[in-house]
């Protein structure tokens, strides 16, 4: 149990354009999912925590206007990457909260030409 | 806010040995303690997890164990084989609501055949 699925696992797209990531749990009911980014040989950095229902809370120093997410319901939630550039290339990570567990995504590569 | 310092960075031990991760945390309110295995370019996957009122736990071969008064727990695995290597991350959380985790910065787990 506690599956979360991610969509597209990776993507290449060119600088300027907009990318939608999609976060799903599969067998359980996430009232709270959080996206991460992670660069090569890092850990994980938390972007945004994301309430069903709700406006997305962002950590300080990601843009909200860049890094759009909705999580409309109780088993997803997107990341849209808005005008993206190669600077955003990285590893994005969804996970959804069970009980007190956060099970992860297996994450979506983003590349930017 | 919580920071969690893990050690080592990288760690080779030989097919069979154990292998020990350690983590310290500075919010005495954290009462819970996920350790992650992530393999290369995927998501990280719980392993196990310990909550404040425990002072060890053990799946098979893996244990973790907690120090509340000095704030460290550890990651002991125990007859390690090839597929164990991966990198590791352990996490604390102090905030009841959101749980959202705060990450060490991993370990590089290589077993030797």
């Known amino acids: 149990g506690a599956v979360v699925s991610q969509h597209p696992s990776r993507v290449i797209c060119k600088s300027g354009t907009s990318v939608k990531i999609e976060c799903r749990s599969l067998?359980?009911?996430?009232?709270?999912m959080f996206w991460y980014r992670q660069f090569p040989k890092q850990s994980l950095m938390l972007m945004a925590t994301?309430?069903?229902?709700?406006?997305?809370?962002?950590e300080q120093g990601v843009e909200k206007d860049k890094f759009l997410i909705n999580h409309a319901s109780l088993t997803l939630s997107t990341l849209t990457v808005t005008s993206a550039h190669p600077e955003d290339s990285s590893f994005y990570i969804c996970?959804?909260?069970?009980?007190?567990?956060?099970?992860f995504g297996p994450g979506t590569r983003l590349l930017v030409l | 806010g919580e920071n969690v310092e893990q050690h080592p960075s990288t760690l080779s031990v030989q097919e069979g040995d154990s292998a020990v991760i350690k983590c310290t945390y500075s919010?005495?309110?954290?009462?819970?303690f996920p350790w992650y295995k992530q393999e290369l370019g995927k998501g990280p996957q719980l392993i196990i997890d310990?909550?404040?009122?425990?002072g060890e736990k053990k799946d098979q071969r893996i244990a973790v164990t907690l120090n509340k008064t000095a704030k460290h727990f550890s990651l002991h695995i125990t007859e390690t084989q090839p597929e164990d290597s991966a990198v590791y991350f352990c996490?604390?959380?102090?905030?009841?609501?959101?749980?959202?985790?705060?990450f060490g910065s991993g370990t590089q787990l290589t077993v030797l055949p």
């Open positions: 996970s959804g909260t069970l009980r007190e567990t956060q099970y």
């Open positions: 067998d359980f009911q996430a009232t709270t």
């Open positions: 994301s309430n069903e229902g709700s406006k997305a809370t962002y």
């Open positions: 919010d005495s309110a954290s009462n819970y």
């Open positions: 310990i909550r404040s009122n425990v």
């Open positions: 996490a604390a959380t102090d905030d009841g609501s959101a749980r959202q985790l705060t």
